[in-house]
C-alpha cells in the first residue's frame, strides 16, 4: 500500500487530506480480463417481525411478511493482477468500510484474496434494518438471533464471492446508454429561493417548476469467449422508493423487477443494479402502498437496459485485455451534530481499461454531483455510484446545501460537513484527468496544493453563489492564448468570457449571469473553465435566483 499526501481546496479553504491510494494493477504483462459471476438470496428468515428500515431511525416498522426476495448479485473481475469483486445488494446500506475500518466484511475479502471491493447498495426503503441510518458507519448488529442479520449476510457475500471465483472466464467489456425519464427531482426550489420537499407530487409541478435529473442509463455488458453476456451493469440514479412507509412487507423495489426482468430475458447472465447519485431524486411515482407501479418502473427501466445490452452484442469491445486500477481514499470530514468531532471517510475510483471507470461515494450523493463528474472526467463511461461501501449520510452539492432542505442542511441523515460531496468528486476527477494523458489537466482537487512558483491558477469566483454578477479571477504564469468559458454539468458552453493571446499576471472577469445569447441561466450548478496553453482549471460556480 502506498500513502500519498495530497493536497485539497475546499470552498472554505485549504486542508491537507491523507490519501490511502492502492496503485495496484499496475503495467504488466497484457492478459485476458477474467468474470465470473454469482447470485445468493439475503432474504432474512423468518421473514415476518424483521425490523425494517429506510422511513424510520428506530424499529417502527416490522414486517409482516415477504413480497420478493432480496439479493446480493456478484461480478469479479481479475486481471491477472488485480482481482476486484462488485456486489450489488437489495438493502438500504451496507457498511464494508468503517472508522477507522477496515470493517469485517472488508477483511473477509482481503482473507479470501480480493483487493478491492463495490459493495453498492440498490437503497430499497423495503428492505431489513442493517445501519443506523443517522450515524456514519453504524452497522446494526443487533436482531436476527444467535447470528446477527448483518453477520449473515457478510459471510454469504463472501461465500458467493468464492463462488464467483471459481467461475472466472475471459470476457469483453462493452458499454453504452439509454435513456429513461423514471425520476424526479424531491426539492422544488421557488423563485423567492425557499426550498419544500415534495415527495409523492411529481404531477402537481411542470417541468420548468423542476430541478434536475439524469436520465442517462448506463450498461456494461460482459461476454464470454462464444459471445454470450456473463453479467450486465445496470446504472440510474433514483431512490427505491416506489414503495412508502405503509408497507410492511419485504421488497427490492424498483431495482428488483428491473434487474429481474433483465435476467429472464438473457438466460445464464447475472444483472447487477448500480445506485447512481440518488440523493433528490425520487420515482415519479413514489411512496404509495401499490406494488404495481414499482413492477411498471422496473420493467421500464429493464427493458431500456435490455435494448442498449442488445445493441451492444454488435459493438466492438471497449479495448483488448482492458487493466484493472483501485484506488481508495480516506479523508477525515466533520460532523455536523458536534463539529468537533470527525469521521474517516473512504471512497474509491475503479478503473477498466481506459474507456470505463466507477468513481464510489458511501452516502446519497445529490445528482448535481453526478452530473459535474460526468462532465468533467475524459473517461468516456464515467459513472459515479453513491451507497457504496458503506453510509454516511446526505452528500448534498454545496448550492442545495445554500439552499436547504431535507438531506441538504437538514435532517438526521445529514451527517458531515456539507463539503464532503464536492471534495470527493474533485478526487476522482483530478484522478480521472491525471490517468488519461494529454493536456496537463489542474482541477480544485490538484491545484490547491501545488509547489510554489508560477502556476495557472483559478481562484474562487465573488461571490459565490450569486445572482446578479460575479467576478472570476485568474493567474496566468506565461503568456498564452486563452479561453475562458462557462459550461453546463453536461459539458455543453453557455458562454465564452475571453478568447485570444493574455500577458502574464493577474487577471479577472466579469460574469453577469447570461449565456451566449443574452439569456439569463437557471439556478444551479456551472462549469468554468480556463484553458491557456496547454492546461486547464475547472471551477463550480452556484447561481442562485
Known amino acids: 500500500m502506498l500513502f500519498v499526501l495530497v493536497r485539497s481546496l475546499s470552498n472554505i479553504g485549504v486542508c491537507l487530506l491523507t490519501t490511502l491510494a492502492t496503485g ?53 473481475l481479475d486481471d491477472g493482477d488485480l482481482r476486484v469483486a462488485i456486489v450489488s445488494v437489495d438493502l438500504i446500506g451496507f457498511n464494508v468500510d468503517a472508522d477507522p475500518g477496515p470493517g469485517r466484511l472488508a477483511g473477509l475479502l482481503q482473507s479470501a484474496g480480493i483487493d478491492g471491493w463495490l459493495v453498492v447498495s440498490t437503497h430499497t426503503h423495503g428492505g431489513p434494518r442493517t445501519l443506523d441510518l443517522g450515524t456514519p458507519y453504524d452497522a446494526d448488529r443487533v436482531w436476527g438471533g444467535d447470528t446477527p ?42 423563485p423567492d429561493g425557499t426550498v419544500e420537499m415534495i415527495w409523492g407530487r411529481y404531477d402537481a409541478f411542470t417541468a420548468d417548476q423542476l430541478g434536475p435529473t439524469d436520465p442517462d442509463v448506463g450498461v456494461v455488458r460482459l461476454d464470454d469467449a462464444a459471445g454470450q453476456p456473463v453479467a450486465v451493469l445496470v446504472h440510474y440514479a433514483c ?50 402502498d401499490s406494488f404495481a407501479p414499482a413492477q411498471t418502473q422496473g420493467v421500464t427501466l429493464g427493458r431500456e437496459a435490455l435494448r442498449v445490452a442488445h445493441d451492444l452484442a454488435l459493438a466492438p469491445p471497449l479495448e483488448d485485455s482492458p487493466r484493472l486500477d483501485w484506488v481508495q481514499w480516506q479523508r477525515p470530514f466533520r460532523l455536523n451534530r458536534d463539529p468537533a468531532q470527525q469521521v474517516d ?8 481499461g481506459r474507456h470505463l471507470a466507477f468513481g464510489t461515494l458511501p452516502g446519497e450523493p445529490f445528482v448535481g454531483l453526478q452530473l459535474d463528474l460526468k462532465a468533467r472526467s475524459p473517461v468516456t463511461h464515467t459513472y459515479l455510484l453513491g451507497y457504496t461501501n458503506g453510509y454516511v449520510g446526505y452528500l448534498p452539492t454545496l448550492a442545495a446545501h445554500h439552499e436547504g432542505g431535507y438531506g441538504a442542511d437538514s435532517g438526521d ?23 488519461a494523458g494529454g493536456p496537463t ?105
Open 413 to 435: 441523515t445529514f451527517q458531515i460537513q456539507p463539503e464532503a460531496g464536492e471534495a470527493m468528486v474533485d478526487a476522482i476527477a483530478a484522478e480521472l484527468i491525471a490517468g
Open 345 to 352: 471517510v473512504t471512497f474509491g475510483l475503479l478503473r477498466v
Open 149 to 190: 442479520y448483518t453477520l449473515w449476510v457478510e459471510d454469504r457475500i463472501v461465500d458467493a464471492v468464492a463462488t464467483a471465483v471459481t467461475n472466472l472466464q475471459p470476457v469483453q467489456v462493452r458499454a453504452g446508454k439509454g435513456a429513461v425519464d423514471l425520476s424526479f427531482n424531491r426539492r422544488l426550489v421557488r
Open 239 to 288: 431512490h427505491a422508493v416506489v414503495l412508502g412507509s405503509g408497507n410492511h412487507r419485504l421488497t427490492a423495489d424498483f431495482p428488483g423487477y428491473a434487474m429481474a426482468y433483465v435476467e429472464r430475458q438473457l438466460p445464464g447472465a447475472t444483472a447487477l443494479f448500480l445506485q447512481g447519485a440518488a440523493g433528490d431524486l425520487d420515482p415519479r411515482v413514489d411512496v404509495q
Open 441 to 545: 489537466a489542474v482541477t480544485e482537487a490538484a491545484s490547491a496544493g501545488a509547489p510554489s512558483g508560477p502556476a495557472l491558477q483559478l481562484a474562487p469566483n465573488i461571490p459565490n453563489p450569486f445572482n446578479g454578477e460575479t467576478m472570476i479571477p485568474f493567474v496566468l504564469p506565461a503568456r498564452a492564448e486563452v479561453a475562458l468559458v462557462i459550461l453546463d454539468l453536461l459539458g455543453r458552453r453557455l458562454r465564452q468570457l475571453r478568447a485570444g493571446s493574455m500577458a502574464p499576471g493577474h487577471h479577472q472577469v466579469r460574469w453577469n449571469g447570461r449565456d451566449d445569447d443574452g439569456h439569463t441561466v437557471a439556478s444551479g450548478i456551472y462549469l468554468c473553465r480556463l484553458t491557456a496553453g496547454n492546461r486547464v482549471v475547472t471551477r463550480r460556480l452556484a447561481v442562485l435566483r
Open 24 to 76: 495496484l494493477g499496475t503495467a504488466g504483462p497484457a492478459t485476458a480480463l477474467q468474470a465470473g459471476t454469482a447470485r445468493v438470496d439475503i432474504t432474512p428468515a423468518p421473514v415476518v417481525g424483521v425490523p425494517m428500515c429506510g422511513y424510520a431511525r428506530g424499529y417502527d416498522h416490522p414486517s409482516t411478511g415477504l413480497h420478493d426476495s432480496l439479493w446480493a448479485r456478484i461480478l469479479v
